[in-house]
């Protein structure tokens, strides 16, 4: 017999006999099973057919299993339990997953995410690594790929089969030097955004054009750079200016030179949405469902302290 022959075997016959040997009764088996007695009684002639022996004696109190049945179901209970082990959900022990995930990610979010995230992962997940990497035009390639577990980035926008989360929302701001002309203000005009020297910070994937026209328009772009470093070099020691987010005041390698002043326009700036990205493949493996409720857990935490710092430093002028 070969696996495609179980084809013509009716397994479920396996769980009414295991019911037979552990209650020794036609009756009970059929009541445990949500069977009618007939029914019960039927599956036995069908069991007996199968194995070709009478499996059980009828006695006045009870059934009383022949020697092949007690043989086959020692067999069967390492069966049945290798079946429920195949079939029942998986239970993860994060302190017993060995995997290493690999997430391609925007450089802002990086700047807050990553230590936190490594500091999780040594407390609760020792097995678990990581690779980082910057987010590239190709990411999204590597992503349908397999070659990527993750990518965070700012927008809405994915392809089919990609699935997403939202972590983080914020409204893009004006990031400027402490020292900038600008930055004691409140809010900052288009006609005032319009006459600073900008740094263009490129994010590979992001639909620019969900942002007003104004804002990306008639700048005068003096610097156009992926590097975050690079960026934040440009605003703080020659005073340009760029759009970004508040969390980079609070987070970034440069956070104390920082300041954001929020737009001041009749056509509302819109949120931009933190998405997490991941293929369809992985959507329902265990380690990886993990993993992403690990991550939305720690942005949760981050945006919650982010908000608790905006007060401090509101109250304190």
């Known amino acids: 017999m070969t696996p495609d022959d179980l084809s013509n ?11 037979l040997m552990e209650e020794r009764s036609v009756t009970r088996a059929a009541a445990r ?6 029914a019960a009684s039927r599956n036995l002639r069908q069991l007996r057919q199968l194995f070709g022996d009478d499996l059980f004696i009828r006695q006045s109190h009870g059934l009383a299993p022949s020697p092949r049945a007690e043989q086959l179901h020692q067999q069967l209970k390492l069966v049945l339990d290798d079946i429920l082990r195949l079939v029942s959900p998986v239970e993860l022990d994060p302190k017993k997953l060995r995997r290493r ?20 992962l040594e407390e609760h997940a020792p097995g678990v690594s990581l690779k980082i990497q910057n987010l590239e035009t190709h990411s999204m390639d590597a992503l349908i790929a397999g070659q990527l577990d993750f990518i965070i980035n700012f927008g809405d926008n994915a392809p089919a ?25 409140k809010s900052i005009t288009p006609q005032q955004y319009a006459e600073q020297n900008h740094v263009d910070f490129i994010i590979p994937g992001f639909l620019a054009e969900t942002l007003p026209d104004w804002i990306l328009n008639d700048r005068r772009v003096g610097l156009e750079t992926n590097n975050m ?89």
């Not at 995930?101 to 807050?112: E, L, Y």
């Not at 089969?161 to 203000?185: D, E």
């Open 161 to 185: 089969n990609i699935h997403s989360r939202i972590l983080f929302q914020n409204y893009p701001h004006c990031l400027m030097s402490r020292n900038h002309p600008l930055a004691g203000q």
């Open 9 to 19: 075997v009716d397994l479920r016959l396996l769980v009414v006999f295991n019911a």
């Open 229 to 317: 470093m690079t960026a934040l070099n440009a605003i703080c020691d020659r005073q340009y200016c760029m759009i970004g987010s508040e969390m980079l005041t609070y987070l970034s390698p440069r956070a104390e030179e920082l300041c954001c002043v929020p737009f001041a326009s009749q056509e509302p700036v819109p949120k931009v949405n933190t998405r997490l990205l991941w293929h369809r493949r992985y959507h329902e493996d265990a380690a990886h469902r993990w993993f992403r409720s690990v991550i939305h857990q720690l942005m949760e935490e981050q945006a919650q302290e982010l908000d608790s710092l905006r007060q401090h430093r509101l109250s304190n002028g």
């Open 101 to 120: 995930f690999r997430i391609s990610v925007i450089d802002p979010v990086s700047q807050g995410l990553i230590a936190p995230l490594l500091g999780y």
């Open 33 to 38: 099973l949500g069977l009618s007695q007939p």
